[in-house]
């Protein structure tokens, strides 16, 4: 295991805003993968609401179901990154959606009974002209633990607006220190984390 061996990462952008529109969300998230390459981490965006993610709690809803597709690529990468907007001091529906579909993971076991994901770093990116990230931040870091993820040190970044704010993230002249610091951090850390769990895999159950 050394520091430069190759791991991969996807970034679930949970924009309510199909492309090509401009999305707060996806900009924290290119980011995000923007710092994982500093540290060996090559990565792809998806824009969830670009696809047809059926609602259920299962990795395959049925015909026409964009999850799966999805989901192959999710398990080809060692970090997952989900970003999403703040509406009404909570997630996004979407992010709310791609929680649901990751609970299918707690029934899709390796040999060992251990989830499929388990291994996998996941970090969060939250964005918002209102307050709530440390809430959503929290939400998802339970749920993505609790699937099977685990969570780096630090593994959340966000903006938020002042109180009653309008202002998006897109809209900033430069992206503010203390959110760079931390978007730095998180990804020498998931990346650290990642090489980690490669090398020394959790014992089977």
């Given amino acids: ?13 949970c924009s309510l805003k199909p492309s090509p529109a401009p999305s707060s969300s996806e900009l924290m998230a290119r980011q995000v993968l ?24 299962e990795v395959d809803m049925g015909e026409g179901d964009a999850w799966p597709g999805i989901r192959a690529r999710l398990m080809d990468a060692d970090v997952l990154v989900v970003a999403t907007p703040t509406w009404v001091g909570h997630m996004s529906s979407v992010a709310q959606r791609v929680l649901e579909r990751l609970d299918g993971e707690l029934s899709e076991t390796d040999d060992s009974g251990r989830p499929l994901v388990t291994g996998k770093v996941a970090v969060t990116a939250v964005v918002g002209n209102e307050d709530g990230a440390h809430k959503i931040t929290a939400d998802l870091m339970q749920g993505l633990n609790d699937i099977g993820f685990t969570i780096p040190a630090q593994g959340g970044t966000y903006w938020n607006d002042e109180a009653m704010g309008s202002r998006d993230y897109l809209d900033l002249d430069e992206t503010p220190e203390a959110v760079a610091s931390t978007t730095a951090t998180l990804a020498e850390n998931a990346a650290h984390l990642a090489r980690a769990l490669r090398g020394a895999p959790y014992p089977g159950s």
């Fill in 1 to 13: 295991m050394t520091e430069t061996a190759p791991l991969r990462a996807l970034a679930l952008v």
């Fill in 34 to 57: 923007e710092q994982l390459a500093e540290h060996g981490v090559t990565g792809d965006v998806v824009r969830v609401v670009d696809h047809d993610v059926k609602p259920g709690v």
